[in-house]
């Protein structure tokens, strides 16, 4: 029996990478982009295509197509957050999902499902326990999540299931969020950002990919779909946790003004000052099983050797 075909988009970032190796022995994987000689390098075993200059091919390959996954966007820290800013990322997250249902509408047999990436950010600034009931909350990062998540649901219109997954905060040794945060740690000069009592909605690159391979076997799952760990804790806690897993100290504090002087008030409170305190409620509903719930576990995984320390 041949393998469902499934298309990544964006697979170049660190969740896409691992996201293929989670996928590429029960599925076959096309990766999607628009430097097919850069994917061709990460993914040598992989189907690539430049959807600007294979367009056609595409359209047949969407045909055959179980699943899509939209990884792609600029990240949200590659530009200063102003006006354009703001504008130029919106447009580099949406304008893809629009140039994929115009594909999508061509072809004559339609994917079962369009899996789109977005964030946990769509609440806003929560304090009190937030689920996929709560209602969009307030800020750039609850706009742009808003935004694409609507986007996505015209796919609906197709017949095509829409999965929304609002992640949290990804770790994992090989670079992102960790790759950042472990550096002043390194030298014995790591701490909290601000007050460190906003929220750090958390998962381990582990669950993050298996939890994306769990949805796209289920049929049940549908809508957003929180990807973060049950057990919540606070930015002053995982501060204290990284530092014990790197057998040193999280003491020094980073205040307010220096964040906001250096990244601008609105992406120092977005980013760094605020945060969700949020609960997966329907990906456990659906029988998902986290393999790290406690930070100390996931963190311990992380810097289980000493090359992951340097």
């Given at each position: 029996?041949?393998?469902?075909?499934?298309?990544?988009?964006?697979?170049?970032?660190?969740?896409?990478?691992?996201?293929?190796?989670?996928?590429?022995?029960?599925?076959?994987?096309?990766?999607v982009g628009?430097?097919?000689?850069?994917?061709?390098?990460?993914?040598?075993?992989?189907?690539?295509?430049?959807?600007?200059?294979?367009?056609?091919?595409?359209?047949?390959?969407?045909?055959?197509?179980?699943?899509?996954?939209?990884?792609?966007?600029?990240?949200?820290?590659s530009k200063?957050?102003?006006?354009?800013?703001?504008?130029?990322?919106?447009?580099?997250?949406?304008?893809i999902i629009?140039?994929?249902?115009?594909?999508?509408?061509?072809?004559?047999?339609?994917?079962?499902?369009?899996?789109?990436?977005?964030?946990?950010?769509?609440?806003?600034?929560?304090?009190?326990?937030?689920?996929?009931?709560?209602?969009?909350?307030?800020?750039?990062?609850?706009?742009?999540?808003?935004?694409?998540?609507?986007?996505?649901?015209?796919?609906?219109?197709?017949?095509?299931?829409?999965?929304?997954?609002?992640?949290?905060?990804?770790?994992?040794?090989?670079?992102?969020?960790?790759?950042?945060?472990?550096?002043?740690?390194?030298?014995?000069?790591?701490?909290?950002?601000?007050?460190?009592?906003?929220?750090?909605?958390?998962?381990?690159?582990?669950?993050?990919?298996?939890?994306?391979?769990?949805?796209?076997?289920?049929?049940?799952?549908?809508?957003?779909?929180?990807?973060?760990?049950?057990?919540?804790?606070?930015?002053?806690?995982?501060?204290?946790?990284?530092?014990?897993?790197?057998?040193?100290?999280?003491?020094?504090?980073?205040?307010?003004?220096?964040?906001?002087?250096?990244?601008?008030?609105?992406?120092?409170?977005?980013?760094?000052?605020?945060?969700?305190?949020?609960?997966?409620?329907?990906?456990?509903?659906?029988?998902?099983?986290?393999?790290?719930?406690?930070?100390?576990?996931?963190?311990?995984?992380?810097?289980?050797?000493?090359?992951?320390?340097?």
């Open positions: 029996m041949s393998k469902k075909k499934i298309i990544i988009i964006g697979a170049s970032g660190l969740i896409g990478q691992k996201l293929y190796k989670e996928l590429k022995n029960d599925y076959k994987i096309f990766v628009r430097d097919v000689d850069k994917l061709k390098n990460i993914f040598p075993e992989a189907e690539c295509i430049n959807w600007q200059k294979q367009a056609e091919e595409l359209v047949y390959i969407l045909e055959k197509a179980y699943a899509v996954i939209n990884l792609a966007g600029r990240s949200i820290q200063r957050w102003t006006e354009f800013g703001k504008n130029t990322i919106s447009v580099s997250r949406t304008s629009q140039q994929f249902y115009n594909l999508i509408q061509k072809t004559k047999k339609k994917p079962k499902q369009w899996i789109q990436a977005s964030a946990v950010g769509f609440y806003g600034n929560t304090i009190d326990k937030t689920n996929e009931n709560n209602k969009k909350g307030k800020g750039f990062l609850a706009d742009l999540s808003f935004l694409m998540e609507e986007e996505a649901n015209l796919f609906k219109n197709l017949n095509i299931k829409v999965i929304s997954l609002r992640t949290g905060l990804v770790l994992d040794k090989n670079g992102g969020l960790i790759q950042k945060m472990k550096k002043p740690f390194q030298f014995h000069m790591g701490g909290h950002l601000g007050k460190g009592n906003s929220f750090f909605p958390w998962i381990h690159m582990s669950d993050e990919v298996r939890a994306i391979h769990f949805l796209i076997q289920n049929e049940n799952a549908e809508g957003p779909i929180n990807l973060c760990s049950p057990k919540v804790i606070t930015q002053k806690e995982f501060c204290k946790e990284l530092a014990k897993a790197m057998n040193t100290y999280s003491w020094l504090h980073i205040p307010k003004w220096l964040l906001k002087l250096s990244f601008g008030k609105q992406m120092a409170n977005e980013l760094f000052l605020q945060g969700q305190n949020c609960f997966p409620s329907k990906l456990l509903e659906l029988g998902f099983e986290f393999n790290y719930h406690k930070i100390d576990h996931a963190l311990t995984d992380i810097f289980k050797n000493n090359k992951s320390k340097n």
